[in-house]
C-alpha cells in the first residue's frame, strides 16, 4: 500500500468541558474511498472541519504526505492539495456557472481573481472550464446565473467547481443532501470519476446507506467523537457493535 495521503494523529477538539473528536488516528491512502459513518453527534463533521482547517484542533495533528499542517490555515491546506465541496454561499451566486468555474480554474492557475479581463485573452482558462462543465453535465447551463440553478444543479456544480482545483485529497460532507432520487446518481457519477482516478484520495461524510455501499472502499464509523470500527465495508456493516450504535437507529445528522 502507498504511503499515506493524509493522517490525523491522536486528533481532538473540545468545546469547554465537551470532547467532540477524541483522539482520532487514521491514516488515508491514495485510490481510496473512506465513507465516514456514525449517529447524529457522533463528531464525523466535526472531524471534517479539523482535517480541512475550519477548527482548530484542542489536541494531536493533521498531516499531508507526512508534513504537519495543523496549525496551517483553511486556505493553505488547499494550496496543499485538500479540497473540500463548495457551498454556494462561497460563490459568486450572480455570475454565470462557466463564470464560476473558470474563476475556480483562474485560482488553481494563480492567474488571479479579475473579472475584468476579457475571457478571450485567456482561452486556455475557458476551455479548461469547458471540460469541467462538460464533466458535470452543465453545459446547457452554463449562462444561467449560479443561483438560480436547481438545488441538484448547484451539488453538480460544487463538484465541479472542486473538480477544477484539482487537489489531491477530495471532501464530500453529504454531497447528496436534500436531493432527490433521480437528482443524485449524477453527483455520485461524478464521484465515481474521481475514484476512478488511483491517485486521489476521497473521503465522505454519509448516512446514506445505498450512497455508501455505491463508493465505500473503506468505512470508519465515529461514535461520541471516538473511532469505533475501521475496515472493509462488509466487515464493518457486519459487526454488531456498529449494527446496535449506528445502522438500526441512524438518522439523517442534522449538525
Known amino acids: 500500500m502507498p504511503s499515506p495521503s493524509l493522517s490525523t494523529r491522536d486528533l481532538t477538539i473540545r468545546f469547554g468541558g465537551h470532547v467532540a473528536v477524541n483522539s482520532v488516528t487514521c491514516d488515508f491512502h491514495p485510490g481510496e474511498t473512506t465513507v465516514i459513518v456514525g449517529p447524529n453527534g457522533a463528531g464525523k463533521t466535526t472531524y471534517f472541519n479539523l482535517i480541512s482547517g475550519q477548527l482548530p484542533a484542542s489536541a494531536g495533528r493533521v498531516e499531508k504526505s507526512g508534513e504537519d499542517i495543523t496549525r496551517l490555515s ?3 491546506r488547499a494550496g496543499r492539495g485538500i479540497g473540500r465541496a463548495f457551498q454556494l454561499t462561497n460563490l459568486f451566486p450572480q455570475l454565470s456557472v462557466i463564470e464560476n468555474i473558470r474563476l475556480a480554474v483562474q485560482a488553481r492557475e494563480g492567474a488571479g481573481w479579475s473579472l475584468f479581463r476579457p475571457a478571450a485573452s485567456r482561452r486556455d482558462l475557458i476551455r479548461s472550464a469547458e471540460h469541467y462543465l462538460d464533466a458535470a453535465r ?3 447551463r452554463a449562462d444561467m446565473p449560479a443561483a438560480s440553478l436547481p438545488h441538484g444543479d448547484q451539488r453538480k456544480l460544487e463538484v465541479a467547481l472542486l473538480m477544477a482545483m484539482e487537489p489531491d485529497i477530495y471532501m464530500f460532507d453529504e454531497p447528496t443532501a436534500g436531493m432527490s432520487l433521480d437528482q443524485a ?9 474521481i475514484k476512478a482516478d488511483t491517485t486521489k484520495t476521497v473521503l465522505l461524510v454519509e448516512h446514506k446507506m445505498d450512497v455508501v455501499r455505491a463508493l465505500a472502499d473503506r468505512i470508519i ?3 461520541n467523537g471516538e473511532l469505533l470500527a475501521d475496515g472493509p465495508p462488509a466487515e464493518v456493516m457486519g459487526s454488531k457493535i456498529v449494527r446496535d450504535v449506528y445502522l438500526g437507529t441512524a438518522t439523517e445528522e442534522t449538525a
Open 74 to 76: 483553511p486556505s493553505a
Open 221 to 223: 464509523v465515529l461514535h
Open 185 to 193: 446518481p449524477a453527483v455520485l457519477d461524478l464521484i465515481g470519476k
Open 138 to 140: 452543465l453545459t446547457d
